[in-house]
């Protein structure tokens, strides 16, 4: 299919994302990329379940331990400022299948801010632990949690800054079927962040405070 | 337009590789990388080996002697290895499935870039201060508490070029899943395309476990973090497995391609289809599964427990099951065939027992209880190197020769490739074959010296007069490449006359977009079936001449790899190391280090912004175009000479 | 023709005898050779596995090689071309089944081995008097030297390791600073000493080092550690049982030996003042040394563990550890002169409990 055909609604394909070659490719090869990222993750979380609440001998396991450490209202805020903006994107696509580029570009934004609200939470709860004397480098247990909720915060700011450029590129060119798969893609990225966030709430902060 | 009768200027030529999308450009510039690495570890052996020529030599001294070790273990798998059989991947698969490139020029290029600037960086470590030296497994207790940079070096070196490995490995998975010519079907896949699809699949698999390890190195050497500090609680183990999560994988990602291109040669060359296509593509995945399952292995006597062990050996063991069936299809093929032996059938044919005396080692290994005497001993040295010198370097060398042509439009000295083979032959076997015994006379592994009077002494001189012989034959083989740039141009389409796949069918030199019109395959071995049905032109098409679409040249890969390659130094020299505060290595302010790491990672964000940002659609080249470019091909082959040896 | 391939026959033969024969090694040193029950094991399993990979090996190498000389393009003819097989599903289910019994046949021993060699269940076991019944061996490794605590005798000492014969002797394996391992090839496999958990591993040894070419078994640490990784060797004394019981005796009755800094002995007062330090000359106590305990040092095989065990070694290797074995710990902690160095050379010779 050309790129430069004008589109409307009408003849605007079913699967925008697949249409081209070059967005199959894309579309395909990002797949196969959450699946590298699944496994990074994967060590990642076997890292911190081996170390978790491991520290010097002289560690104190009442006030540095994941039990006495997490706050579960803050966990669950941010899980639910990050579960959101995943919907919020879905909103996005959906209006991308029907030629909405407006919409496209609104849900993608809202998507942004909760985002950003997420991180915000993310920074706060470091700064606390850093502040109560649990930094990077005050135990292999706080080297763990750090490296593995912070380099989900890593792909969280990647994402956005990744989805913002998007909006702000495409914000003249409007849909076409070069930029559909761009949009696309970022948006698997945003629900893979999420269901990265999703363990990371369970083995993290659930098993940390209830086990 | 004119591709061949166009002169470029030096300057312009090395700016066109600087900037080139082409599979073909990226395929030599891997080629030429991974030759330099090459050359350069083979020469650490060299160095290692005379040390080891006499006990208590002071040829080397015993630092020196571990970073040898560590350098050659590391360049030969990371920088040697893996890029020369990407190099063949590059050239070869998009050719055999039918594609015009690979599914991402850009990320090709970035995958080149990253991995030769992550090289360079760790090369550099030479000459500030001292190479890695402890060990290409670097294990945790002794690499943390390594003085100086080596470590950093390695860590750091690494993470780039691993990063341009992984980049490659997913563009080769999508490439061959959705760029095939109409018709090839999976189930009509050459081997060598299949084997790189199921070594890229590990490597996506295999290589994100090495980044973790190598992050958490890096952090506990340069900013303090305690992952591997037992007296903070941390748990080297976790080196050792994911280390070897990745390590035992990455055996098969060098060896299944050297099986694929073993498959490619053996048929050709007896001039018969491969034997039992279908077991060897299933033998292939179980390899790849299998050798996720198996990584423990190289842990027997770290203590994980009887059961542990148990499990792990039985699973190690299993792989001989499908390997074995790869090497009685090999034979089976050659069986009834009309065996031509040139260059590159001698190579398969050395390889085949070669690689059976390493493989059986292995099953040896396998025996928990018996590897608690041949872990780490020579013995385990002779056995890996029976495998990836046996397997994989004669797999390069002999597709170097086979694959030529298509490549360079030139041919290697056929005489001058005999003659290399049997001195490298005899002078690897020389080399490996009697550290077996030394390791089963009780010689550990990386060991600097020894005493005399052990029993040793005869086996290491003998030795180290096969590895010099190994040596000569490699000088031999690179005179042969030299002497190939003088010889004449080929001009011509199945050099060797008996090939099979798509490649062959292909007229050298190749335009740039490879198939003037997408070819249809109409079954297994496809111009091995236009050939038998008298097709002149080696192929059918699936479409009409038309516009071809291609990728434009970009310079920010290299610009990319650059960013990193900075972000590097300003980590390596990171005051918050535990070797910076020690004062056993060198560091630069808080403001440097972190300014290095911004400024570098900045390069490459902000290259990767600017890609995103302007629209790259490529460009398209018109059929007038394509038949002025056929034309003067034609003209350019009917006036050259038809060189080569037949 | 024949004639020349007749004798090179003879020779590749004679060739491999050779191969053969010197591969057997050092009776001190070699698996190949072992005295345990554990290594006896382990060569047999080595036996049993190069067996059957021999004979596939071969059976492999015939029928390519006689592939490869039936089918050559010389003898087929020039233009032939051969039948394009597909593949033969009898020959892929025999090579699928045959492996598969070959491996089970190597799985049920390897399988018993390994979980009989990690029994360490009767390191626990006591006796009416509750005291342990098995001899339990703790082994420190340390950058290039070994320490070997008993401590159910009380007694410590390094570098040279002391058994009894014919029962079994368990380790506990730990390492102080860098990852090591722990190895005495001709008595059996090799375990790792973490620095972050203790393994456990039993080995036996049934035959007194006495009768060996150099009166005790060569250990090795098998993982790279460091520059002198190469020359971290220890030694083992293998003793029968009333012999070992005398020793630990000898051990123990040195409890308190010290050396004195006002003994008119230069070799003890330097020793005293200048080493005593780090080493450790009583027997009596446990692992944690900072050098070496040097109760036994008289009564040694090797100095620094690889050296030839003479007074001139001795001194030269006081005088720069550095140079025979970089990157140790010994090396500027202390400073003493030639003279002084000869003098504790000659002292430390006089140290035994075995004389």
Redesign the interface.
């Known amino acids: 299919m050309d790129?430069n055909t004008k589109f409307t609604p009408q003849n605007w394909p079913e699967h925008a994302e697949q249409a081209t070659?070059e967005g199959?490719?894309k579309f395909?090869?990002f797949w196969?990329?959450l699946?590298?990222?699944v496994?990074?993750f994967a060590?990642?979380f076997?890292?911190y379940l081996?170390?978790k609440d491991?520290?010097?001998a002289s560690?104190d396991l009442t006030k540095y331990s994941a039990k006495a450490l997490y706050e579960l209202p803050l966990a669950f805020a941010m899980t639910m400022l990050l579960l959101t903006s995943s919907l919020t994107s879905v909103y996005a696509m959906y209006h991308m299948k029907n030629f909405n580029f407006k919409g496209v570009q609104t849900w993608m934004g809202i998507t942004v801010i909760l985002g950003i609200g997420f991180l915000c939470l993310e920074i706060y709860e470091f700064y606390h632990y850093v502040h109560i004397g649990f930094g990077?480098?005050?135990?292999?247990?706080?080297?763990?949690f750090f490296?593995l909720v912070g380099t989900h915060g890593l792909h969280v700011i990647i994402g956005l800054?990744?989805i913002s450029?998007?909006i702000?590129?495409n914000m003249k060119?409007g849909l076409n079927l070069?930029n559909a798969p761009?949009y696309f893609i970022a948006s698997l990225y945003w629900h893979f962040i999420d269901v990265v966030w999703v363990f990371i709430f369970t083995v993290v902060y659930l098993m940390g405070v209830l086990g | 337009m004119s591709s061949v009768a166009q002169k470029k200027g030096f300057g312009a030529q090395v700016w066109d590789y600087l900037t080139t999308v082409d599979h073909k450009k990226i395929a030599i510039l891997y080629l030429a990388a991974g030759t330099l690495f090459f050359a350069i570890a083979g020469l650490e052996a060299l160095f290692m080996r005379f040390q080891l020529l006499f006990p208590e030599n002071t040829f080397v001294s015993a630092g020196m002697f571990n970073q040898l070790l560590t350098m050659h273990g590391t360049t030969m798998l990371f920088l040697a290895a893996t890029p020369l059989l990407f190099a063949f991947m590059n050239a070869i698969v998009p050719l055999q499935i039918g594609a015009r490139d690979v599914a991402f020029p850009f990320l090709n290029a970035l995958g080149f870039w990253l991995f030769f600037l992550g090289a360079v960086f760790l090369h550099l470590s030479f000459f500030l201060g001292g190479a890695p030296d402890a060990g290409w497994t670097s294990y945790a207790s002794l690499s943390l508490y390594s003085p100086g940079h080596g470590i950093d070096f390695y860590v750091l070196g690494l993470q780039i070029s691993g990063a341009g490995t992984l980049i490659s490995g997913i563009n080769f998975i999508v490439t061959i899943i959705t760029m095939r010519a109409p018709g090839m079907t999976f189930m009509r896949m050459p081997l060598f395309t299949w084997t790189s699809l199921v070594s890229s699949t590990l490597i996506l698999f295999a290589f994100p476990p090495l980044t973790v390890g190598l992050f958490l190195m890096l952090v506990d050497r340069m900013f303090g973090a305690n992952f591997f500090e037992h007296t903070m609680g941390g748990n080297t183990i976790i080196w050792e497995h994911l280390f070897w999560i990745f390590g035992h994988p990455e055996v098969y990602i060098l060896v299944l391609p050297a099986f694929g291109l073993f498959s490619e040669i053996i048929p050709v060359f007896a001039r018969k289809r491969l034997f039992g296509y279908s077991s060897m593509v299933f033998a292939t995945i179980l390899i790849g599964f299998l050798g996720f399952m198996v990584w423990a292995h190289h842990m027997f006597t770290t203590g994980l427990g009887a059961t542990a062990n148990a499990i792990f050996a039985v699973a190690t063991m299993t792989i001989a099951v499908p390997t074995g069936m790869k090497v009685f299809n090999w034979i089976l093929t050659i069986w009834g065939g009309s065996i031509k032996v040139t260059v590159p059938m001698l190579y398969a044919l050395g390889f085949i027992p070669s690689f059976v005396a390493g493989g059986v080692t292995g099953v040896m290994q396998a025996a928990a209880p018996l590897d608690y005497q041949l872990h780490d001993s020579y013995f385990i040295v002779a056995h890996f190197h029976y495998v990836i010198v046996g397997g994989i370097v004669t797999a390069l060398f002999g597709a170097a020769h086979f694959y030529w042509p298509i490549m360079f439009n030139r041919a290697l000295n056929e005489k001058l490739g005999v003659l290399t083979f049997w001195i490298f032959f005899i002078g690897f076997h020389l080399t490996f074959f009697l550290q077996h015994f030394l390791g089963l006379m009780g010689m550990p592994r990386r060991v600097f010296t020894y005493m005399p009077d052990q029993g040793w002494d005869l086996f290491n001189m003998i030795s180290t007069i096969g590895a010099a012989m190994m040596g000569v034959g490699v000088i031999l083989l690179v005179l042969n490449v030299l002497l190939s740039i003088k010889s004449e141009p080929l001009n011509r389409r199945d050099y060797w006359g008996d090939g099979r796949s798509l490649e062959w069918a292909l007229e050298t030199p190749l335009p740039f977009y490879n198939f003037k019109q997408t070819p249809l395959v109409r079954g297994y071995d496809p111009y091995w079936i236009e050939k038998q049905e008298g097709n002149k032109e080696g192929m059918v098409y699936a479409e009409p001449l038309g516009d071809i679409h291609m990728p434009n040249n970009s310079i920010l890969p290299l610009i990319m790899s650059i960013g990193t390659f900075i972000a590097a130094f300003g980590a390596l020299y990171s005051p918050w190391g535990k070797q910076a505060l020690a004062g056993t290595a060198e560091s630069v302010s808080p403001a440097l280090s972190v300014g290095l790491i911004v400024v570098g990672l900045g390069i490459t964000v902000g290259s990767m912004i600017t890609r995103s940002l302007k629209d790259d659609l490529g460009y398209h080249v018109h059929v007038a175009e394509v038949e002025a470019i056929e034309k003067d091909l034609a003209q350019f082959r009917a006036a050259g000479k038809k060189g080569g040896n037949n | 023709m024949m004639k020349g391939l007749k004798k090179w026959r003879l020779f590749s033969l004679l060739a491999v005898m050779t191969v053969f024969l010197a591969a057997c090694g050092e009776e001190h040193l070699s698996t190949l050779r072992p005295s345990g029950a554990v290594g006896k094991e382990q060569l047999n399993l080595l036996l049993l596995t190069t067996i059957i990979m021999t004979v596939v090996t071969i059976i492999v190498s015939v029928i390519y090689l006689l592939a490869f000389v039936k089918f050559r393009r010389s003898r087929v003819g020039e233009n032939v071309i051969p039948k394009q097989v597909e593949g033969s599903h009898t020959l892929e289910v025999i090579w699928t089944v045959i492996p598969i019994i070959l491996l089970i046949i190597i799985s049920v021993p390897v399988l018993i081995s390994t979980y009989k060699f990690a029994d360490v269940a009767a390191m626990e076991e006591v006796d009416e008097n509750g005291e342990k019944t098995a001899l339990t061996v703790n082994v420190t490794a340390k950058l290039y030297w070994w320490e070997f605590e008993y401590p159910n005798q009380g007694i410590v000492t390094a570098q040279e390791l002391v058994v009894p014969t014919d029962e079994k002797v368990y380790f506990n394996l730990i390492a102080a600073d860098v990852k090591h391992s722990f190895w005495i090839p001709a008595v059996g496999g090799k375990m790792d000493t973490n620095v972050d958990n203790l393994n456990k591993f039993y080995l036996e040894f049934d035959k007194t080092s006495e009768g060996l070419k150099e009166g005790v078994f060569f250990g090795k640490c098998a993982e790279l550690c460091g520059p002198s990784h190469a020359l971290m060797d220890f030694k083992v004394k293998a003793l029968d049982r009333p012999a070992f019981d005398a020793w630990v005796a000898a051990m123990k009755a040195t409890e308190g030996q010290t050396a004195s800094a006002d003994s008119t002995d230069l070799g003890e007062a330097t020793f005293a003042n200048s080493c005593l330090g780090c080493h450790a000359i009583s027997g009596v106590g446990v692992s944690g040394g900072m050098g070496p305990n040097l109760t036994t040092f008289g009564d040694r095989n090797r100095v620094a563990g690889f050296l030839e065990h003479t007074t001139e070694k001795t001194a030269a290797w006081i005088n720069d550890p550095e140079y025979y074995k970089p990157g140790n710990l010994m090396t500027g902690k202390y400073n003493v002169s030639e003279e002084e160095a000869q003098a504790i050379a000659e002292y430390l010779m006089t140290l035994s409990v075995e004389k």
């Open positions: 790129l070659m199959k490719n395909v090869g196969i990329f699946a590298c990222e496994v990074l060590s990642l076997a890292t081996a170390l491991s520290g010097p560690m990077y480098t005050h135990s292999a247990y706080s080297s763990a490296t800054v990744w450029s998007l702000f590129r060119r070069y761009k």
